[in-house]
């Protein structure tokens, strides 16, 4: 390799205070579950933000966590958020002497953002640009996990505080950031600024040649401001041809498109000359789809989720940590895989399936721990590990198991 490979990202980067005990059908839960969409309550799987939920219930957010959680601290603290927890994996999956991995992104000037700090060092991932903005608190994210939802598949409530976020800027991205070969945009429906400025960032980051690639999250702000219409990710749906990767799961891909089922969501995508497109669906099949412009061609179809991962936990449930962070792992692992195959081949005749395999590896280890960040013990821990993973998976899928 000539030259190393830059990837820059930004997007939501919080702490992420882990609750693993909680009952989605507890009274205690159900007292402030929703009753209707966007009206400030609790629903499983979604995102509600701290100031909706105290105007929804009329308590205070200290009480309310009081109750559901039962008093109890947190399993874990861990690094949250699309935007850092992808860019993460992506930094623990390529080699430092030939890759830069950057995270660009504001804090407040509290003890959250002090120990994000401590955390993210013991990472590969760069954090130059992830520096503090606002007086605001750091934003966090109580994550309240049932691994007994759905059938034990596991899901989780998200209640999340935006804090510093509604500070960071476009601005603060400076040039550096589209100095990269690959541009990234994480979760950027909880940095406010950056979602409504999301079209004018990819068009200069298309001029400069960059590499696009934007992985959502549930957009609270537009669904409560507009409950029941389309939310807004980029201006107009001829701006979509500026997102070379969109990356989301099915309750965002129905959202953002107006449509009522999977399939529909992806064909909309599709029509509105996306390039490459992955729709995740818990654990549930995936969809995907490549207009052969970045990676090779690959017609709308869908694929499994490992079933390795499926098999762990029926004959050991005990292995089970929380799904915390799949969506966001799985993205990462995907841009990894991007990252690499830019390296060593051309535009346009990368391997979607290989890309994938690196998500679906990404994805189903982070099932195995609490949290989306896993912390190595030693450089390149987690790459031995998920390489075993995404070469079964590559056997699943070619042997049709």
Same mark, same amino acid.
């Given at each position: 390799?000539?030259?190393?490979?830059?990837?820059?990202?930004?997007?939501?980067?919080?702490?992420?205070?882990?609750?693993?005990?909680?009952?989605?059908?507890?009274?205690?839960?159900?007292?402030?579950?929703?009753?209707?969409?966007?009206?400030?309550?609790?629903?499983?799987?979604?995102?509600?933000?701290?100031?909706?939920?105290?105007?929804?219930?009329?308590?205070?957010?200290?009480?309310?966590?009081?109750?559901?959680?039962?008093?109890?601290?947190?399993?874990?603290?861990?690094?949250?958020?699309?935007?850092?927890?992808?860019?993460?994996?992506?930094?623990?999956?390529?080699?430092?002497?030939?890759?830069?991995?950057?995270?660009?992104?504001?804090?407040?000037?509290?003890?959250?953002?002090?120990?994000?700090?401590?955390?993210?060092?013991?990472?590969?991932?760069?954090?130059?640009?992830?520096?503090?903005?606002?007086?605001?608190?750091?934003?966090?994210?109580?994550?309240?996990?049932?691994?007994?939802?759905?059938?034990?598949?596991?899901?989780?409530?998200?209640?999340?505080?935006?804090?510093?976020?509604?500070?960071?800027?476009?601005?603060?991205?400076?040039?550096?950031?589209?100095?990269?070969?690959?541009?990234?945009?994480?979760?950027?429906?909880?940095?406010?600024?950056?979602?409504?400025?999301?079209?004018?960032?990819?068009?200069?980051?298309?001029?400069?040649?960059?590499?696009?690639?934007?992985?959502?999250?549930?957009?609270?702000?537009?669904?409560?401001?507009?409950?029941?219409?389309?939310?807004?990710?980029?201006?107009?749906?001829?701006?979509?041809?500026?997102?070379?990767?969109?990356?989301?799961?099915?309750?965002?891909?129905?959202?953002?498109?107006?449509?009522?089922?999977?399939?529909?969501?992806?064909?909309?995508?599709?029509?509105?000359?996306?390039?490459?497109?992955?729709?995740?669906?818990?654990?549930?099949?995936?969809?995907?789809?490549?207009? +052969? %412009? #970045?990676?090779?061609?690959? @017609?709308?179809?869908?694929?499994?989720? /490992? !079933?390795?991962?499926?098999?762990?936990? =029926?004959?050991?449930?005990?292995?089970?940590?929380?799904?915390?962070?799949?969506?966001?792992?799985?993205?990462?692992?995907?841009?990894?895989?991007?990252?690499?195959?830019?390296?060593?081949?051309?535009? +346009? %005749? #990368?391997?979607?399936?290989? @890309?994938?395999?690196?998500?679906?590896? /990404? !994805?189903?280890?982070?099932?195995?721990? =609490?949290?989306?960040?896993?912390?190595?013990?030693?450089?390149?821990?987690?790459?031995?590990?998920?390489?075993?993973?995404?070469?079964?998976?590559?056997?699943?899928?070619?042997?049709?198991?």
């Amino acid at each position: 390799m000539s030259r190393k490979i830059s990837v820059s990202g930004t997007g939501c980067a919080l702490a992420d205070y882990l609750y693993t005990d909680v009952r989605f059908n507890s009274p205690e839960f159900l007292k402030f579950a929703s009753l209707e969409t966007g009206d400030g309550g609790l629903t499983p799987g979604r995102l509600v933000f701290t100031e909706e939920l105290e105007r929804f219930s009329g308590v205070p957010y200290a009480e309310i966590s009081q109750q559901i959680t039962g008093g109890k601290s947190p399993a874990a603290i861990n690094i949250g958020g699309p935007g850092v927890v992808s860019l993460i994996n992506a930094s623990q999956l390529l080699p430092e002497e030939d890759f830069d991995v950057h995270f660009f992104g504001g804090t407040g000037r509290d003890e959250t953002a002090q120990w994000i700090e401590k955390l993210v060092r013991k990472t590969p991932l760069n954090t130059d640009h992830y520096t503090p903005v606002s007086d605001k608190r750091t934003p966090f994210t109580d994550v309240l996990s049932d691994t007994t939802y759905d059938n034990n598949h596991g899901e989780r409530t998200f209640i999340n505080n935006i804090g510093a976020a509604w500070d960071y800027l476009p601005e603060h991205l400076g040039d550096s950031f589209f100095e990269s070969d690959i541009v990234c945009f994480g979760g950027t429906a909880l940095v406010p600024q950056i979602h409504d400025n999301l079209t004018a960032l990819l068009t200069r980051a298309r001029e400069k040649g960059c590499i696009t690639v934007v992985n959502t999250v549930f957009d609270f702000r537009n669904e409560k401001k507009n409950p029941g219409t389309p939310w807004p990710l980029v201006d107009t749906p001829a701006s979509y041809h500026l997102i070379d990767l969109l990356i989301m799961d099915c309750e965002e891909s129905l959202k953002i498109s107006g449509m009522e089922s999977i399939g529909e969501a992806a064909q909309y995508f599709v029509d509105q000359n996306i390039k490459t497109l992955v729709i995740t669906n818990g654990a549930q099949d995936f969809y995907l789809f490549s207009n +052969g %412009e #970045l990676f090779e061609n690959y @017609a709308l179809n869908h694929l499994p989720v /490992s !079933g390795k991962v499926r098999a762990d936990f =029926l004959q050991n449930p005990a292995l089970k940590g929380d799904t915390t962070g799949c969506g966001d792992n799985f993205a990462g692992g995907i841009i990894a895989s991007l990252a690499r195959q830019i390296a060593t081949s051309k535009i +346009g %005749e #990368l391997s979607l399936t290989e @890309a994938v395999a690196w998500g679906v590896a /990404s !994805g189903g280890f982070t099932c195995y721990y =609490l949290g989306g960040t896993y912390i190595e013990q030693q450089r390149g821990e987690k790459l031995t590990i998920l390489e075993s993973f995404k070469n079964q998976y590559l056997h699943q899928i070619s042997s049709g198991e």
